[in-house]
């Protein structure tokens, strides 16, 4: 009933994560076509992890991040002149009469 626990060497973990850091998939995805649990994965990639071999996003990722950066200058627009009005109305109110 004892279950034994696989273990990985040093280079078969650094493959690993070079492999992980290569792929566009998720991290669940790659964990359940390796087999490995994610949680281990994860770990293996904070330990070995090298910026070098990630890839480029993809484009839907760019479009959403592109998409939500335009909404959120819009956002900041707006709050601007809110500001700007409140400033304007706060020292036409706070003037003596």
């Known amino acids: 009933m004892t279950e034994t626990r696989q273990s990985y060497n040093e280079e078969f973990k650094r493959k690993t994560v070079k492999f992980i850091q290569e792929q566009t998939k998720t991290l669940p995805q790659i964990a359940e076509e390796l087999s490995i649990p994610s949680g281990t994965l994860r770990q293996w990639l904070g330990k070995y992890r090298t910026m070098e071999n990630e890839p480029a996003a993809n484009m839907e990722t760019i479009r ?15 709050l601007k002149e809110e500001l700007a009005i409140l400033k304007k109305a706060m020292h036409i109110f706070s003037k003596e009469r």
């Open 64 to 78: 959403t991040q592109e998409k939500l950066l335009k909404q959120q200058e819009r956002e900041i627009e707006e």
